[in-house]
């Protein structure tokens, strides 16, 4: 039988998404939730591994396992079990032929961040930060000339092991809300640290450090030196792994994130 499950945590209490041998990982923690419910060693897959200090509102895994539980003790009874930085929100069985991964078919990525010159407390896991004032109408002008099927050679980790560096980045929306602002990020896939290094080039932009048209000469020169440093990790959220509807997956949609730093 193979489950899919939701899940959301808060990426500042682990180590990342993937098992280490010394635990600590959001995959440590629910596959062992998960074996004291089926009395079983589960290993999940999931759709989008994250970084250390990155969080999730709606990752998506799958796992196989032999016990027939109702889905109930797939959410309330791993939940109980769980550390409370992590929850899984929703439970369905699955076809065998689902993958998280592979079925995927867009992910959603959100950056928060906090643009005032005081540094954050309360929101300090929660959000990047940027001191000086940022100019959003140049930053939106950017965004556009970043859509579409491209290389992403430039706003790639030299440790990302992906095939190749072509993705399609579907959408980029820049929301601004008093002193924060979201970059909303839609794409088939993403490279290793991608979002974050798109997003710290932006920044560049909005401090007038580049104009618009420069993240066009990154993306065509290939290289990654050309483009910002990668930004904190503090305000990148998985918010959603969108799937054909043939899977009948809820929790596909992007839903609020409330902050303290939120007026």
């Known amino acids: 039988m193979r489950i899919a499950l939701g899940i959301e945590y808060d990426g500042s209490r682990f180590l990342g998404w993937q098992t280490q041998p010394g635990g600590g990982t959001v995959q440590d923690a629910l596959e062992a939730a998960l074996a004291a419910i089926a009395t079983e060693r589960v290993a999940v897959t999931c759709a989008g591994r994250t ?21 109930s003790a797939w959410v309330r009874g791993v939940n109980a079990v769980l550390p409370g930085s992590v929850a899984v929100l929703w439970s369905r069985s699955v076809p065998a032929d689902f ?7 867009a992910r959603v990525y959100r950056y928060v961040l906090l643009n ?4 954050p407390a309360l929101a300090a896991r929660h959000v990047g930060w940027c001191h000086a004032p940022l100019d959003v109408q140049a930053m939106r002008a950017a ?12 706003f790639r980790s030299a440790e990302c092991q992906a095939g190749t560096p072509v993705r399609t980045l579907q959408a980029l929306d820049i929301e601004q809300r008093g002193e924060r602002i979201d970059f909303v990020l839609r794409a088939n896939a993403f490279l290793h640290h991608m979002v974050r290094n798109l997003v710290g080039t932006l920044i560049y932009v909005g401090r007038r450090k580049h104009p618009p048209g420069w993240v066009r000469e990154v993306l065509e020169s290939r290289e990654r030196a050309r483009a ?3 930004f904190s990790p503090e305000g990148l959220y998985l918010e959603a792994v969108q799937y054909e509807s043939c899977w009948e997956l809820p929790g596909s949609r992007p839903h609020a994130l409330t902050l303290p730093t939120d007026a």
């Open 143 to 154: 965004a556009e000339l970043m859509l579409g099927t491209r290389d992403f050679s430039a």
């Open 228 to 230: 910002a440093p990668t």
């Open 51 to 71: 970084d250390r200090g990155v969080h999730a509102l709606g990752q998506v895994v799958h796992f196989d396992t032999a016990v027939s539980r109702p889905e």
């Open 116 to 119: 005032r010159a005081v540094r």
């Open 99 to 105: 993958h998280a991964r592979y079925s995927a078919r």
